[in-house]
């Protein structure tokens, strides 16, 4: 197959799901009947209600979601050998069917609950008990994700010693630059928000003025980069940043930056598409279906491994925890969630591509083979096109990474004021008209927006520094798991309000058995591993929160079918 036409019957398959099932949703859901103000307007408090135009949104929404996911997801699925055409039927069918209607469905609903969480959704429809089980196991996989992107952050900024300790310069340059435009973007981003929200200049001069302004600072990241620092010392510095970034007024840097990220993003997938139609790669350096000899089954195994670029529980908590708060009015709410969703399919799909040329690279190239998800993405993507213009690898290279990093560092941010959310809705009842500024005793200091986000952050980073990588294998599982509970979630509240939630109840029903086998799977893999010897802490604690994560799918799931058969009497 070659990866062009590949691209392109794909993306002809999500714009006709963007249309045509995307507006069959929004009738059966009611979606923008009686013009009924969104939480932004009526709640607006100028630090997380704030309505934001319908393209920043976007930006923040598409920058939020995609993370690393829909790049390390079909790089992963393609080295285990699950072949291009499964990786692509999951995406692009997940992603019209699955992730575009769990997200679109899980910012909906909390818009009609107040711009609250899916937690607070559970609470108001099934109930509080439901809702605390959800928030510790929605807070703990936020912190899983703090702990990942901040050590992929601090990887692609950190500097690179040689084996005696001594500064690689050369092997550092491309970190630096990236780290150096990071700084810098965040310094262009507050400026852009004061610009709009305070001295009120028009939309269209803003973002031309910021866009001239990214180019301007990679040109002076590119030649200007003086910070050289170890993984560790940035490490703590992404820590400093997000403490900030997750209780400062989004307008100042949440909304603006994700914005202008945004940008940098759909560079990326004009690159990557341009490098498909230059180089039109075959997808026949990876194999039609998975190998008869693989360890890994294609059920369940692709179905947690490509998350992001299909469906991923994520995007439910950013959804409900920061999209919904901003949203300006409900006819938005489609092209942000279902629309990015589907932008995020689109780049899963040119990621396989990539992955393609890479794996073609590499045959041909065995002593400068491309390692890794960021060197398999950017350096197979930069190929495609410097294999027609020559000499320009290094820097298409370094603006894929930067860009890759951008994601990460997106994510990072809204994760972070996302637990701090969390952890804040988990000490009050909102049903007695509870609230943080409300409560009394020791619950108000827990749900302090600075003592939450404190408390994330240092759990993040610690777990960042001490060892994520020996619990991350649990990630998909969570993942997938908090996917299914979102769509229960919205399901059952579409029933109570008398809604049609069809649409929803065969990907929940999937995504349980899928979590709950891949749970089970895990599980007697690490037991493999105690009963051999010389396991560390990693395989207990996965065997612990492995069957936890199983007993929590079946006591949600048990609580969710009952309120799904008997609705209760709510509002819309």
Known sequence: MNGLVLLLICIAALVVGYICYGGWLCKQWGVGENNQPTPAHTLEDGIDYVPAKAPILLGHHFSSIAGAGPITGPISAAGLGFGWLACTLWIVLGGIFFGGV????????????????????????????????????????????????????????????????????????????????????????????????????????????????????????????????????????VGVYITIASVTPVWILLQPRDYLSSFLLYAMLVLAAVGVVMARPSMSSLPVIQSPDSTSYVFPVLFTTIACGAISGFHSLVSSGTTSKQLDKETDAKPIAYGAMLIECVLAVLTLCAVAYAYTWNQANPDAALKGATAIFGGGIAHMIDDTFHGSYDILYTLLVLTYSAFCLTSLDTATRLARFMFQEFWIDSSKGETPENVEGARKILANPYVATIITVVLGVALGLTGYAKIWALFGSANQLLAALGLLAVATWLSNIGRNNKMFLFPMAFMLVVTICSLILNTKSQLAAITAGGADWGPYAQVLLGVLLIVLAVVLAIEGISTLKSPKAKQA
């Open 102 to 237: 769990h997200d679109f469905g899980a910012l909906f609903a909390s818009v009609r609950h107040g711009g609250k969480s899916i937690g607070e959704v559970i609470s108001a429809n099934m109930s509080l008990r439901a809702k605390r089980l959800f928030i510790i196991f929605s807070y703990l996989t936020l912190i899983l994700v703090v702990a990942a992107f901040a050590s992929i952050v601090a990887g692609t900024f950190a500097a690179k010693y040689d084996d005696a300790g001594a500064l690689d310069m050369a092997g550092s340059l491309s970190n630096a630059r990236v780290a150096m435009v990071s700084i810098l973007f965040i310094l262009i981003a507050i400026v852009f928000g004061f610009m709009v929200y305070r001295r009120n200049m028009p939309m269209g001069v803003s973002t031309v003025g910021g866009v001239i302004a990214i180019v301007i600072i990679i040109a002076i990241g590119m030649n200007f980069h003086p910070f050289y620092f170890s993984s560790t010392a940035w490490m703590w510095i």
